[in-house]
């Protein structure tokens, strides 16, 4: 008898999975481009869809389709490159930038309000946070019931209440857009959902949702796909109405907070002008229950990677990342945003240039033909990208910053759709056709 998932169990994946993805660059991002966007939310937020909910659900869908794993995408590349771009994707959304900003984001959110700021207070918050965290993720076989039936339902909770508080009881009036967002919103708010980091945490969620499936005993690979896809739409909504509720809550902010205040200052404001010390105490609970989540989804992720990848055990994997992003956190917030933001301007062009080729390459005979040249132009691009981030160079030639839209990083995407139909075209007249 073919083993399938309960209504209830499929809703609790579906669950699991939003409560993976809502972290902390989902929290402190939306109202931060809605402070900036002002009458400008709408553009701004659906550009800011598109790349924080649109490409992590397209990421999913192509994962599903190919088992799951980030290795299964990469296969085209060959073993040496695809093992370099997983290695990559991995450390960055791992121990490196996103599951210490996990830590920092809790703390700075939940915490500060009630306590003084010293290097001692994050110290202390990061050793408890880190110990939940790694005991929640040493057994990753109970991520469904621990997150999706326990865990999320108080998340949803906090967050439907400061969702309609956002919409009903807003602090303001939606002030003028300023800087780039009065002439480009759509673009700037697309660029905001590269920091998100969530196209590239689905390139890793993806092994813990059908983990966590075949936990289950479902083994039938239709059904995996099919429960895969299922959670991701799920979560896909979730995401999305959370955004929409904090980009809203953001632009009519403007009254309580100073010009140039990240996200996290934004909605801690919001919530001390509304709700007092309660709401501020429901504040951190929220904001600690969704970035504790998403570390341990990030931390599982990187232990069943590793532990394969390397002659070293699941456990040794997730206690070296949880300790080693327990220090990285110490670092701080600002000097944590400051250096993912040059890694995520490269990486972010070569993830979803892989998930969109992964998606019409389904058919196609032979895959790598197409996949090598498109991404080796995308790695260009990103890596040139990524110094202009940094400051390490101002310009990249003539030719190369008068491409559309290089001004905003996104000088790519031409060559890169250029490059694919060229090597569409080659692959065509070399074969007699692109299918199998």
Known sequence: MIKRLTPIDIFALGFMTFALF????????????????????????????????????????????????????????GGA???????????????????????????????????????????????????????LALKPGQLMDRVGKYITPVLLAGLVLLGLAALFLPAGDMQAASGQYRDAPMIQGFLQGYLTMDTLGALVYGIVITTAIRDRQV???????????????????????????????????????????????????????RFGTAGSALLALVIILACM??????????????????????????????????????????????????????????????????????????PANIMRPVMLITLVFGVIDGLKAAGLISSAGAWLDALPLSDQSLGWLLPVLVTMLLAMLVEYLRHGSLRR
């Open 219 to 273: 083994s039938a690979a239709p059904l995996i796909t099919r429960y895969t896809v299922l959670a991701a739409v799920i979560a896909a909504t979730g995401l999305s109405l959370v955004y929409l509720s904090l980009f809203y809550l953001g632009s009519t902010s403007g009254s309580l907070v100073e010009p140039g205040v990240n996200g996290g200052q934004i909605l801690a404001a919001y919530v001390q002008y």
């Open 293 to 366: 989540t998403t570390a341990v989804g990030l931390l599982t992720a990187c232990g069943e990677y590793f532990s394969k990848l390397l002659p070293v055990s699941y456990r040794a994997v997730v206690w070296l990342f949880g300790l080693f992003s327990m220090l990285v956190a110490n670092q701080g917030l600002d000097s944590l945003i400051s250096v993912s933001i040059p890694v995520l301007v490269g990486l972010y062009p070569l993830a979803i240039v892989l998930v969109c080729i992964s998606l019409l390459g389904a058919s196609w005979a032979r």
């Open 22 to 77: 809502l972290g902390a660059g989902n929290v402190i991002f939306p109202p931060g481009a809605g402070l900036a966007a002002g009458a400008n939310i709408w553009p701004t937020a659906l550009g800011f869809l598109i790349t924080a909910v649109g490409l992590p659900l397209l990421t999913l869908i192509a994962l599903a389709r190919v088992g799951g794993g980030l290795a299964q995408l990469t296969a085209p590349l």
């Open 81 to 135: 490159a695809g093992v370099t771009l997983s290695v990559l994707v991995y450390l960055a959304i791992g121990p490196l930038f996103a599951t210490p900003r996990t830590t920092v984001v809790s703390y700075e959110i939940g915490v500060l309000p009630f306590v003084s700021d010293s290097w001692q207070a994050l110290l202390g918050y990061s050793l408890i946070y880190f110990a939940a965290v790694i005991f």
